[in-house]
């Protein structure tokens, strides 16, 4: 088991920019999460999806960001325009969608600055 | 909408026992977890209770009252590599985790 996969680990941009962050989850876990961590905000949850469809996307800041899910085995997380407080480490986590223990397995997130 | 609180930092000396409280005010609520996460790295999974008492995972334990809406993590026999950060975590519907501001355990030789 490769656990949850992220990619890339660190993204150093230019503000203006497009920023596509990706995931793979763990196979067979139907429920999918993106998570921003700061040490500001700490660790928020932005998007989420069970079976490929998106939820709650109530914690997406504004329309600059936006999350696909196009199949069970891969998600993508996009910044456009991309803005210097956007910098965070951005986390993607999986879970079988039938687990009642809330035992996510998280990826390695993906440093990203925005300068 | 969910809130917890948690204290932000926690120092103790190697074989010392930690207790990290967390409160919590949330609708919804199926639970509560317990994530560790080194510097630098990825959240990792420790415990969940759904209900009230304790859950024991070896050195680490957890505790629910859900009438008091409050847990705790207790870290036994610490060791060095127990300096992380700790995270208590309110479930609620969909697999839903909302996550406190995180705990800072330093341990001391």
């Known amino acids: 088991d490769a656990g949850v996969i992220q990619s890339p680990r660190h993204e150093v941009t230019e503000m203006g920019q497009e920023v596509t962050l990706r995931c793979k989850p763990i196979s067979g876990h139907n429920s999918l999460f993106w998570y921003r961590q700061t040490m500001m905000r700490g660790l928020e949850l932005l998007i989420y999806f069970n079976n490929n469809v998106p939820i709650d996307d109530s914690g997406m800041p504004e329309d600059r960001f936006s999350a696909k899910m196009p199949n069970a085995s891969f998600s993508t997380l996009k910044i456009q325009p991309s803005e210097p407080r956007d910098s965070a480490v951005y986390f993607c986590?999986?879970?079988?969608?039938?687990?009642?223990?809330?035992?996510?397995?998280f990826g390695s997130g993906t440093r990203l600055t925005v300068v | 909408g969910q809130s917890l609180e948690q204290p932000s930092e926690v120092t103790a000396v190697e074989g010392a026992i930690v207790q990290i409280n967390c409160t919590y005010q949330?609708?919804?609520?199926?639970?509560l977890s317990w994530y560790q996460q080194h510097d630098g790295g990825a959240p990792t999974f420790l415990s969940y209770n759904a209900l009230d008492g304790l859950e024991e995972t070896g050195r680490f334990s957890s505790f629910l009252s859900r009438s008091d809406s409050y847990g705790y993590l207790l870290l036994q026999e610490l060791q060095m590599k127990d300096s992380a950060s700790y995270f208590c975590?309110?479930?609620?519907?969909?697999?839903?985790?909302?996550f406190g501001g995180g705990t800072r355990v330093l341990v001391k030789p």
């Open positions: 975590a309110v479930g609620a519907a969909g697999n839903k985790l909302t």
């Open positions: 949330t609708s919804g609520f199926y639970g």
């Open positions: 986590a999986s879970t079988p969608r039938t687990a009642n223990t809330y035992g996510y397995t």
